[in-house]
């Protein structure tokens, strides 16, 4: 069992930057692949980026390509997603998600553990 904490949410202009934080209890995080999603009212749940176990991979959604990063520290289970030049559609609750597979990550389906969300507003 991997309980997820995320933080780091708040209301910003367009064009600001914004970090959040995956925090995880236990010992296992380093096991983990972690995924961000997102979630606007009425919208589907959308894969945003993920970073695998081991050796790591990255990969993002088109829309947040070159402005987003995704990081992990092992040492301080703590995924980071830092976000630059937000643009209002990028408002939504933002989750991070741990799950096995190194391979199609970009499916909600794929995770084991959900985090409560945390909530990112961007006016313009």
């Known amino acids: 069992q991997v309980q997820l904490v995320e933080s780091g949410g708040g209301s910003v202009e367009a064009g600001d930057s914004l970090t959040l934080s995956c925090t995880a209890d236990g010992n296992s995080f380093s096991a983990y692949t972690i995924g961000w999603f997102r979630q606007a009212p009425g919208k589907e749940r959308q894969f945003i980026a993920g970073?695998?176990?081991?050796?790591?991979?990255?990969d993002y959604a088109d829309s947040v390509k070159g402005r987003f990063t995704i990081s992990r520290d092992n040492a301080k289970r703590t995924s980071l997603l830092e976000m630059n030049s937000l643009k209002p559609e990028d408002a939504a609750v933002y989750y991070c998600a741990a799950g096995r597979y190194r391979a199609d990550y970009s499916f909600s389906r794929n995770y084991d553990y959900w985090g409560q969300g945390t909530q990112v507003t961007v006016s313009s």
């Open positions: 970073i695998t176990w081991g050796p790591e991979m990255t």
